[in-house]
């Protein structure tokens, strides 16, 4: 059975940082590519970040770059998003996601966790 489990979200002030963690496990993810998304009360999904599994390939929403760092270590089969001078609008529940490489497609998700940056 396929798991993403995220972990190190929290309450921070702006300006501050976090390091959020998707433990993957399940299945081989070569060919896969890993994403965070974040959905925020009474707003959409957004795509965050997305790294490929085998790869060095990595992707940002313009609202992050410069801000948002996603990293994997292969031998711990684990996805991290460095979070810094995060802003109020950072604010929400942030998804892990793993789908096949070029397809834009997620077959599998974490259930999420929230972040929330005080002002």
């Known amino acids: 059975q396929v798991q993403l489990v995220e972990s190190g979200g929290g309450l921070v002030q702006a300006g501050g940082s976090l390091r959020l963690s998707c433990a993957a496990s399940?299945?081989?993810?070569?060919?896969?590519?890993m994403a965070w998304f974040r959905q925020a009360p009474g707003k959409e999904r957004e795509f965050v970040a997305a790294?490929?599994?085998?790869?060095?390939?990595?992707y940002y929403a313009d609202f992050v770059k410069g801000r948002f760092t996603i990293s994997r270590d292969n031998a711990r089969n684990t996805i991290y998003l460095q979070m810094n001078s995060l802003i109020p609008e950072d604010t929400a529940v942030y998804y892990c996601a793993a789908g096949p490489y070029g397809t834009h497609e997620y077959d599998y998700w974490g259930q999420g966790t929230q972040v929330t940056v005080s002002s």
């Open positions: 399940g299945r081989t993810f070569s060919g896969y590519i």
């Open positions: 790294i490929a599994w085998g790869r060095s390939t990595t």
